[in-house]
């Protein structure tokens, strides 16, 4: 599959998630939700990675990968600390919007973070995500 098939399916299950978030955090604290919501995704990531052999590689991994890779998920944690804070607050069909910013903030960092140019499709796409953003937020 193209990686247009794999990042249709991580949105579709990114509209889940938020949907599913928003009714389990119902009642809930937040942040114990937060990591009711982290040990599935443990446990399920590691069941993946070892029913696919993948798990013989974590001796390969270097020094500067674990870097960002611990980054990454503690990035990743404070991410959904912050959505589950906000979905209990406010409606998903107005966080998830807000909370899609962050192709925006890819957009711009990838920049000098990566090397990445920005063309005028992309800014022109950018300034879309955030003005469809600000008006599903308020609307």
């Given amino acids: ?11 579709v299950f990114a509209a889940a998630t938020a949907l599913l978030a928003k009714l389990g955090v119902a009642g809930v604290d937040p942040n114990l939700a937060t ?18 052999g993948a798990h013989g590689g974590i001796a390969h991994i270097e020094r500067r990968s674990w870097i ?23 409606q998903a069909s107005k966080v998830a919007p807000i909370d899609k910013l962050s192709v925006v903030f890819v ?11 920005i063309t ?3 800014a022109a796409g950018g300034a879309l995500i955030t003005v469809g953003a600000i008006v599903l937020a308020f609307a």
């Fill in 1 to 11: 599959m193209s990686w247009i098939v794999w990042a249709m399916l991580s949105a």
């Fill in 35 to 52: 990591a009711v919501r982290t040990t599935v995704v443990v446990l399920f990531a590691w069941v993946i990675a070892v029913s696919f």
């Fill in 68 to 90: 960002f890779l611990t980054l990454s998920g503690l990035a990743t944690g404070l991410s959904w600390i912050c959505y589950f804070r906000a979905l209990s607050l406010g």
């Fill in 107 to 117: 957009i711009l960092l990838a920049w000098p973070l990566l090397g990445e140019r």
């Fill in 120 to 122: 005028l499709m992309k």
